[in-house]
């Protein structure tokens, strides 16, 4: 019995090692930039991720990150924000608005770190043009009843955001953008995950219409208008 307790001990202790973000993040971390350093986040873990950075990184940071309420914890250097989750609010996009201000301006000798994790698209919400937070509330809302995967569901909703599918890291440009990625995606895609507010993916409109088809989904009409702009511009 004393074998097995110990045994089962061992596997506990690796199991909790290999989630610990200051054990996880070190070997991924990037060369520090000759300019600055930014940090932006999203997800249900972003700031225990923030945390664990700001121990480990040698030299200056600065940057913001949103999580879920409740799910904060005090951070010196990168600014920690709550939101909503799994319905995005108010609050969500005022953070988008954050996550934009801290990336711009910058220069080629600069380095954006982006932490991203699940829960990321709920709060990140940044509906494209046209479109309301109420539009994206409703959208999230069908979504999450749809029985769609969340491959599929962060594949749409990234189709009507200003932030998904990569446009995050556009933002920054020119800096480079190093993107690290706990995936809660079968597969691991970090396209997906968060819906990729800083990896792009060549999924397209056309292909987030099929989605919408295959699952029987019956999206908000401004929402269908968007989808099926982008579609004829294409």
């Known amino acids: ?18 989630a610990d ?3 996880v993040l070190g070997p991924f971390l990037p060369p520090r930039p000759k300019g600055k350093t930014v940090v932006v986040g999203a997800g249900k873990g972003v700031a225990q991720l923030a945390h664990a ?13 949103v999580t879920r309420y409740g799910y904060g ?12 989750h799994p319905v995005p609010d108010q609050a969500g996009l005022d953070a988008t608005g954050l996550l934009f201000a ?30 309301s937070l109420q539009d994206e509330i409703a959208l999230n809302e069908i979504l999450l009843a749809s029985g769609a995967p969340i491959s599929v569901m962060n594949m749409i909703r990234k189709q009507v955001s200003r932030i ?3 446009r995050l890291a556009a933002a920054a440009w020119p800096a480079q953008v190093v993107s690290l990625v706990v995936s809660d995606i079968p597969g691991d895609n970090p396209a997906l995950v968060a819906s990729g507010p800083t990896v792009p993916d060549a999924a397209g409109v056309q292909d987030a219409l099929a989605a919408v088809r295959r699952y029987g989904m019956t999206l ?4 269908m208008h968007s989808l099926n702009t982008a579609t004829a511009q294409a």
């Open 53 to 65: 950075l700001e121990r480990l990184w040698d030299g200056p940071l600065s940057g913001v990150v």
């Open 220 to 223: 908000p009409p401004a929402i």
């Open 1 to 18: 019995m004393a074998g097995e307790r110990a045994f089962l001990t061992r596997l506990f202790r690796a199991a909790v090692a290999a």
């Open 102 to 131: 801290a990336v711009h301006g910058l220069e080629a000798d600069d380095l954006v770190i982006a932490l991203v994790c699940g829960g990321g698209s709920a709060l990140l919400p940044a509906p494209a043009a046209g479109l």
């Open 21 to 23: 973000p200051e054990i």
């Open 164 to 166: 998904k599918g990569g």
């Open 73 to 84: 914890i005090p951070c010196r250097r990168i600014r920690v924000v709550e939101a909503g």
